[in-house]
């Protein structure tokens, strides 16, 4: 064979076994398709409520996650999806109940709340309800003297 030739055999070899083998990825590059267990811990970072809208009874709480992302999936079977998903777990003022906040929209709203102090604690949560992480803010509404703990006019 002339030199040519065998240059372009050597070159169309090597693109078929490239083709075959893609190259292993590079220790220090980042994959979406990692297993679950091997992705950072999940992390919640919470902001203190907007001024201006708690003058008028409003809490405004920005947040925002990483190595997690806020999706409307529940349920035990989409606990391994990978990248993390999950949900907000949102407690008023220590109350016994909470809801959960499924949209990725990186602000949590209360509005309605008398004049007084509050805490807002909010919660990542896995799609069958596991609290991963949480963080709480405490605020006042501003406006008249607040009532006793417990008793709401």
């Not at 998903?85 to 220590?94: C, E, F, K």
């Not at 805490?119 to 008249?144: C, D, N, Y």
């Amino acid at each position: 064979m002339n030199a040519p030739l065998t240059l372009l055999a050597a070159l169309a070899a090597s693109a078929v076994v490239g083709a075959i083998a893609p190259p292993a990825p590079a220790a220090a590059q980042a994959t979406p398709f990692l297993p679950l267990a091997a992705e950072p811990p999940a992390k919640l970072i919470v902001e203190p409520p907007v001024p201006a809208a708690l003058a008028r009874g409003v809490a405004i709480i920005p947040y925002r996650t990483e190595n997690f992302r806020i999706l409307p999936v529940f349920g035990e079977g989409a606990d391994d999806v990978s990248p993390r998903a999950g949900h907000l777990h949102v407690t008023v003022d220590d109350l016994p109940w909470h809801w959960a906040d499924a949209g990725d929209n990186h602000t949590v709203v209360v509005a309605g709340l008398p004049a007084g102090p509050h805490k807002v604690r909010l919660e990542l949560a896995t799609p069958s309800h596991k609290v991963l992480s949480g963080e709480a803010v405490a605020f006042v509404i501003p406006g008249e003297a607040s009532a006793p703990p417990g008793h709401h006019h």
